[in-house]
């Protein structure tokens, strides 16, 4: 694991409050300006219409995608979203991170390796600012899937409407601000006859569509082993576990056929 990998301030510094607000500042733009945005565009079609098809693909045995999900959740969602049920320690273990890269670019400061992943928000500031309590996200990807999650991180589009300047296919009305365009960029939502039809680019983001794409399937990968961290291992497991079933049943049939022989 190359050392770069976790560069990045707490979500809380100011570097993450400067990215907030250019996120802010780059919905802004292309509110006040989406023709001239879209022309620079090109105003190409970003996704299709087949978004509830899309699928996260992701494989909890890369370590390497985990470790770039564990470096997205900590700089894009830990300043919102805890995770109770998961440990630092248990993470950097799980994901071989090395304890120097762990304690300084992932551990939060004041946290103890010992200590549950808990966000810094305060609930009521949280009620106040987005009308619910960010959800916790220990066991989101097993209680929505992966897939869910996947779509829901891609469909984010600009909506004059809402109070976030922002909306969502996968989950209409959602009280959570588009944290990410600054990396997707900034597209709108095109509807014909009530019914999605396109998604056209307003701003281009800082990565290209199949970087984003990269970026959040780690985020899923990553959610997806915080829901079960064992499940690596357990899967790894089961192959022997098959594979000693499966002899000892031809052992148990030979023994059966040389009891039986006789009677027979």
């Known amino acids: 694991m190359r050392t770069s990998i976790f560069k990045g301030a707490h979500p809380w510094t100011p570097r993450a409050r400067s990215l907030v607000a250019g996120v802010v500042a780059t919905i802004a733009v292309a509110l006040l300006s989406p023709v001239h945005a879209a022309e620079e565009a090109g ?68 946290d103890k390796p010992a200590d549950y992943v808990l966000t810094t928000m305060p609930a ?3 009620m106040t600012w987005f009308g619910k309590t960010p959800p916790d996200l220990s066991l989101m990807a097993r ?17 004059q409407t809402r109070p976030t300047g922002a909306n969502n296919l996968r989950l209409p009305a959602t009280a959570m601000p588009a944290v990410t365009s600054e990396l997707e960029g900034v597209k709108r939502a095109v509807f ?29 990968n990553f959610l997806d082993y915080v829901g079960e961290p064992s499940q690596a291992a357990r899967r790894s497991l089961g192959v022997w576990v098959v594979l000693f079933l499966l002899i000892f049943t031809w052992l148990a049939w030979l023994m059966k056929k040389e009891f039986w022989k006789d009677v027979h």
Request: net charge neutral.
């Open 43 to 110: 105003g190409e079609k970003l996704l299709g219409h087949d978004w509830k098809t899309w699928k996260a693909d992701t494989d909890v045995s890369n370590k390497a995608s985990l470790q770039r999900g564990a470096r997205n959740f900590t700089q894009y969602c830990l300043g919102c979203h805890s995770m109770k049920y998961e440990r630092w320690s248990r993470m950097a273990k799980d994901l071989e991170i090395p304890d120097e890269l762990f304690a300084k670019d992932i551990l939060p400061v004041g």
């Open 124 to 126: 009521k500031e949280a």
């Open 192 to 220: 014909k006859n009530g019914e999605f039809e396109k998604f056209e680019v307003l701003a281009p983001g800082r990565l290209t569509p199949e970087e984003y794409k990269t970026f959040v399937q780690d985020t899923v």
């Open 143 to 159: 209680a929505r899937g992966k897939d869910y999650l996947y779509q829901f991180l891609t469909t984010f589009y600009v909506d």
